[in-house]
C-alpha cells in the first residue's frame, strides 16, 4: 500500500479523530479510506448522471465568499429554478439551489462550487 503524507488543519484532525473513536476505526488512516471511498463513488455516481434532471444543491459557506457563489450561480440562471439563502450561525450561509435542466449543466455547476475550495459544504440531490 502507498503511504502518502497530507495536510489538515487542526479542527478536521480533530474530527477525524472523534469519528475513528465513534466508529471504531482502527486508525486515521482507515478514516481516510473510508472517506476517499465515499468521496470516489459520489463522484462515480454523479459521473453516470445524463438527461434532463431535477435536483436540489445544497451549499454552507462563510459569508466573506458572497462574491465567487453570485459569481458562479450568474452562469448557470438557466438550470436554476430557486434559490433560497439563509443565514446560519455566526457567518455562515446555507444555499438551497433548485436545479432543472441537462445533467452536464447540473455537473459543471456542482463541479464548480467542489473545486471553488471556498465551500464549507457542497452536496446535490438528485429527485
Known sequence: MTVISI???DEILNEIDKLQKELEFSGRSEVMRAGARMLLADN??????????NS????????KVEGTVTEI?????DIIST?????????KCLEVFILDGDAARIKQL??????????????????
Open 73 to 77: 450561480k450568474h452562469k448557470f440562471e
Open 44 to 53: 462515480k455516481e454523479k459521473e453516470a448522471l445524463e438527461g434532463r434532471l
Open 83 to 91: 434559490q433560497i439563502h439563509n443565514h446560519l450561525r455566526e457567518d
Open 7 to 9: 495536510s489538515l488543519t
Open 56 to 63: 436540489v444543491l445544497l451549499l454552507i459557506h462563510t459569508q
Open 110 to 127: 456542482l463541479r464548480l462550487f467542489q473545486t471553488s475550495g471556498k465551500m464549507d459544504y457542497v452536496k446535490l440531490i438528485i429527485a
